[in-house]
């Protein structure tokens, strides 16, 4: 079927008929008061199915070319099925549909009542589609709410190991620097100490040098100025 309004009616029309069907056979069997009975609820689940029915052509309207051959057809098959079911009940209950003044006096007050039982039955059934309708539109919002969150999980998941890459890498920078930092205390100890080297070593030199002028000189004053 191509509408899905279409196949729930469907349904909602094989039970009916399902049900319609075994009346005549128990209306021949029965008499009195129970054969009135099967009669209100004759009439009562023939008119449901003839709204069902009335429905499904509706839909049939709308339904794509392609479907509505055989959709079609069903329609035609089911009507003419309800007709023979409605001759076989007024075969199987005399009275049933006569133009007598004295049946007809009877059943003024069960069509009456069927029509507003009826007119019920079709506010509820309403109710129920809208309901229905409600409760898939709602049902598709709950499915997007779904995929909504689980998009927004797996971004949330994405992000945490993006932060968690990110803070390897800060922790990995921080390490380099403590060890960049240690590096560094090392070498200005060692230009620390090599300067003090380098200043002793001046000194050293600066006296080894005062030294030998001093030795010169008095090589010089004993060679030249004493006898």
């Not at 009195?32 to 052509?57: I, N, P, S, W, Y």
Request: charge should be positive; avoid cysteine; aromatic fraction near 4%.
């Amino acid at each position: 079927m191509s509408s899905e309004e279409f196949e729930k009616l469907h349904e909602m029309y094989q039970s009916l008929y399902d049900e319609l069907k075994l009346m005549p056979e128990k209306a021949l069997k029965s008499s009195g008061e129970e054969r009135k009975r099967l009669v209100r609820t004759f009439d009562e689940r023939h008119g449901e199915a003839e709204e069902v029915l009335q429905g499904m052509e509706e839909e049939l309207r709308v339904a794509p070319l392609s479907y509505r051959n055989a959709m079609s057809t069903k329609l035609r098959m089911y009507r003419r099925d309800l007709g023979k079911l409605q001759r076989d009940m007024k075969n199987s209950a005399p009275g049933f549909g006569s133009s007598s003044n004295t049946v007809q006096g009877s059943h003024q007050g069960i069509y009456s009542s069927q029509n507003q039982h009826s007119t019920h039955l079709q506010s509820q059934r309403a109710l129920l589609l809208q309901g229905t309708e409600a409760l898939n539109n709602a049902s598709q919002s709950i499915e997007r709410s779904q995929r909504i969150a689980a998009e927004t999980d797996q971004i949330g998941t994405d992000i945490i190991e993006e932060l968690g890459d990110q803070r390897e890498q800060l922790d990995r920078t921080r390490n380099r620097l403590v060890n960049t930092g240690e590096n560094l205390s090392r070498s200005r100890k060692i230009l620390r100490a090599m300067s003090r080297r380098l200043v002793t070593n001046k000194l050293l030199l600066g006296v080894i040098i005062l030294m030998e002028l001093a030795i010169l000189g008095a090589v010089i004053y004993l060679k030249f100025f004493r006898k």
